[in-house]
């Protein structure tokens, strides 16, 4: 009797192929995800990108690398960044669309890493874990609202965490690519140096045996691209380090005071006030210093120690602490796993520790909301006011111009053809590194490097504060103390419906002959600032008294205290008083459109028809564009 063919047997997919396949599928489905995510958030611009798309278009202009014609100053930190934006430039792409668009889909790439990167990082323990931990990671990078927020801001932050996490995944999985995806990231940020030593040390200590051997590679594929670079800024900037670097780091207890407050927001954001890092902590002691886990800890530990070595970072929403995320979110759970298997005898009291840490993240995801929309908002205002600035100065003044700016972004884009000095030095090499000092100085902002005399010696045309007339930024606040800036500079006001406001910008009256003298006492800027802030919470009362010793105490060239309380006394109702003041501003100053415009809404309080004309005429004269019809 003939026996049976037996039916072939389907081959069984192995336990690798398979977990392989899940991390595929899932790396795909969560940078798919995270595009639409990050996508459809309210779009909005950094107000830094602008400095990078001026660059770039003086680039294809064929002005080279700079910011101001024939101003040779390495005023950005992201030279591979500036030269992709050139390229799709020059092929037809937008700027803005280009940098939007570029930044998402290189933070979608970055998602897509982090899968593997943690699979890397957690390989030793069983599979579901590894798969589940694998995912997770990639899960937490996508929904992270700095990595989108970023993403999408137009500056090179979604770049930079792309070649950071595909650089760290190579290196885990053993290729030698590794070291020319840190090449292209230390060309995309100087942070790009930090990551490549402490993998390169990594590297190192795990190839102790053959050092010889261990060092070539990453010597070939991470400084031979970067020579030619080293030698282009040396020749072509005078210096290895960028400008910004100058101007805005500093290694002092103020700059790691403010890095820490850096940090601890960070981790009250997303670290559970601190419980996640010392997770991080314990990967590192219990995964070793050879081990995949305890490297992608170390490599976060380490990053983060710079960053509050420099006084973490003036943009808002955690930008600096983006690019380790990922390394981040894989050593916190592999730190969670190991905890996991430890305590799997104990599962009703890791039950309750872990529905504790997501109640916590519940709410803090909420708290991160509020945050960023606001971020979001504020930025957009920003840049919505120096778009209407510029317009404002192109539409009124014909001339080519030059403007001093705290905030040069927006501003310096849409003056393309006009020299815009940057007065916080990140584009000015005066600046940054010769830097003025005045005792006692205190401000909440990170940029403390200021040249008052140097920025009145080029005689800009036009000055602008970041917020208007209130001297915020120790760049403002010194230029109170020059008596050119207060003999020579009247503000102007130009309209913006948008804005709900009009704004106000320092010009030059013309040539100022007379020798500049400095007021010795900072109080007079100090009060300046703190009378301001008084008024915009309505404290008129109070705001009356510190204006008030400003004008008695102060120079008597200074129409501004005058021209403020007019404004706090019609506030008050205290109209005599008020009309008063601004006359007094106006025989410091006969151009001083902000005391003229005070007694208009003076004499309208009073009801005075002939006086209104009257001033409406004298502001015509100074500033038609406030005057909606002409007076008869």
């Known amino acids: 009797m003939a026996q049976k063919k037996k039916a072939p047997s389907t081959p069984k997919t192995s336990p690798l192929v398979r977990e392989k396949t899940i991390i595929w599928v899932a790396a795909i489905v969560l940078a798919v995800g ?11 611009f950094q107000d830094d990108a602008y400095i990078s798309f001026r660059y770039a278009r003086n680039f294809l202009a064929g002005e ?65 874990l590894v798969i589940a931990g694998a995912i997770g990671a990639g899960m937490w990078v996508a929904v992270n609202p700095a990595v989108s927020y970023w993403s999408a801001g137009g ?44 993998s390169f040390l990594w590297h190192l200590l795990r190839r102790s045996s053959n050092l ?14 970067l020579l030619p670079f080293a030698v282009f800024k040396l020749l072509y900037y005078g210096s290895l380090f960028p400008n910004p670097f100058y101007a805005k780091t500093g290694f002092s207890p103020e700059y790691w005071r403010t890095g820490i407050e850096y940090l601890w927001l960070h981790l009250q954001h997303f670290g559970l006030w601190g419980v996640l890092p010392a997770l991080v902590i314990f990967a590192l002691i219990r995964g070793g210093g050879k081990s995949a886990l305890g490297f992608a800890a170390l490599l976060w530990i380490v990053y983060t120690g ?6 973490g970072d003036v943009l808002r929403a955690h930008r600096f602490f983006v690019p380790v995320w990922p390394v981040f979110a894989a050593s916190t759970i592999g730190g969670l796993i190991y905890l996991y298997r430890k305590a799997c ?25 509020e945050y960023f929309s606001f971020s979001r908002k504020m930025e957009a205002a920003l840049v919505l006011k120096m778009h209407t600035v510029a317009a404002s100065l192109a539409s009124t003044d014909s001339r080519p111009f030059s403007l001093a700016a705290s905030t040069i972004g927006r501003l310096s884009y849409d003056l393309p053809e006009h020299t815009v000095i940057d007065m916080l030095g990140l584009t000015d090499s005066t600046v940054a590194r010769h830097p003025e000092y005045i005792p006692r100085m205190q401000t909440t902002w990170k940029e403390r490097h200021f040249n008052a005399g140097y920025i009145l010696s080029r005689d800009p045309d036009y000055i602008l504060f970041s917020t208007g007339y209130k001297p915020s930024a120790p760049a403002e606040r010194a230029l109170v103390l020059h008596s050119k800036f207060r003999q020579n500079y009247s503000v102007m006001l130009y309209p913006a419906p948008q804005l709900g406001r009009n704004l106000a910008v320092y010009k030059r009256m013309g040539d100022f002959a007379k020798p500049d003298s400095v007021w010795p006492d900072l109080q007079l800027a100090n009060d300046y600032n703190d009378a301001l802030n008084l008024m915009l919470s309505d404290k008129f009362a109070q705001a009356v008294e510190v204006l008030s010793r400003m004008k008695h105490s102060g120079p008597n060239d200074f129409d ?73």
């Open 34 to 44: 995270f595009i639409i995510l990050a996508a459809t958030a309210m779009p909005f």
């Open 64 to 128: 080279g690398l700079v910011f101001n014609h024939g101003e040779h100053v390495e005023g950005y930190t992201n030279f591979l960044w500036v030269m992709i934006l050139a390229l799709a430039s020059k092929l037809g792409f937008g700027m803005e669309g280009a940098a939007r668009w570029l930044g998402i889909m290189f933070s979608a790439g970055a998602v897509a890493a982090a899968v593997f990167l943690a699979r890397h990082v957690l390989l030793g323990n069983p599979s579901r």
């Open 155 to 198: 500056l090179e932050t979604g770049l930079f965490l792309f070649l950071v996490t595909l650089g760290v995944e190579r290196l885990l999985a053993g290729s030698r690519l590794c070291w020319g995806m840190f090449a292209l990231a230390t060309l995309t940020r100087p942070e790009g140096a930090i990551v490549f030593a402490v």
């Open 212 to 225: 010889r051997q261990a060092w070539r590679t990453p010597t070939v594929y991470y400084f031979m691209p």
């Open 306 to 311: 710079y960053v509050i070595s420099i006084g």
């Open 345 to 369: 005898r104990r599962v009703i009291i890791f039950g309750l520790v872990c529905a504790a840490l997501v109640i916590t993240a519940g709410y803090q995801y909420l708290y991160q909301h």
């Open 560 to 632: 501004i205290p005058d021209h403020h309380l007019a404004v706090a006394l019609l506030r008050l109702g205290r109209y005599q008083e008020a009309l008063a003041h601004a006359d007094s501003a106006l025989a410091i100053n006969p151009r001083s459109v902000s005391a003229l415009t005070a007694k208009n809404d003076i004499y309208t309080a009073l009801g005075d028809s002939a006086r209104i004309l009257e001033i409406r005429w004298a502001i015509n004269r100074i500033c038609p564009w406030l005057v909606q019809k002409e007076p008869k």
